[in-house]
């Protein structure tokens, strides 16, 4: 027979084991919910076998360059990020979509904000293409 003395410990015991798993699960579901807003980005490998050249489309693009000038890429990336807001309901009034440039001399800073702001505006679809990041356009994807 149990004691009344061990009988209170097991219980004791009970109750900190279910605290544990209570608390276990209330922060999982707290750390769940922090990183929810994290995007991956998925990455498909390109085969020139099975693909146009993509210097060879023509169409009405907008050309933007970085060139490694601070001020020149400061004021190139504002316009883009300026004609990427609302980029996904653009889609009568854009042409094809964008194509940016990045020189030998470019950051690769520059690179990763404009990915970056890719991913806020939910544009899925972009090619980076030797030193070239394509940005379609639905109308272009719906041709």
């Known amino acids: 027979m149990i004691t009344h003395k061990k009988q209170i410990f097991y219980l004791l015991i009970d109750i900190l084991v279910i605290l544990f ?5 209330f922060f999982d ?9 994290e995007y991956t980005i998925e990455i498909i490998m390109w085969n020139p076998k099975d693909s146009l050249d ?14 490694g000038n601070k001020e020149k890429d400061n004021t190139n ?9 609302n980029f996904n309901l653009k889609k ?17 800073g520059n690179y ?11 544009i899925k679809c972009f090619v980076p293409y030797q030193n070239n990041l394509w940005i379609y356009s639905k109308r272009n994807l719906t041709r």
Do not use: A, M, W
Request: proline content about 2%.
């Open 54 to 67: 993509l210097t060879s489309i023509s169409g009405p693009y907008h050309e933007f360059c970085i060139t």
């Open 92 to 108: 009568d009034t854009i042409g094809f979509g964008l194509n940016i440039v990045f020189e030998d001399n470019s950051n690769y």
């Open 77 to 85: 990336i504002n316009k883009i990020k300026d004609y990427l807001f």
């Open 112 to 122: 990763i904000e404009i990915l970056n702001y890719l991913v806020k505006e939910k």
């Open 29 to 37: 579901n707290i750390f769940n919910r922090k990183n929810s807003n």
């Open 21 to 25: 798993i209570i608390s276990v699960i």
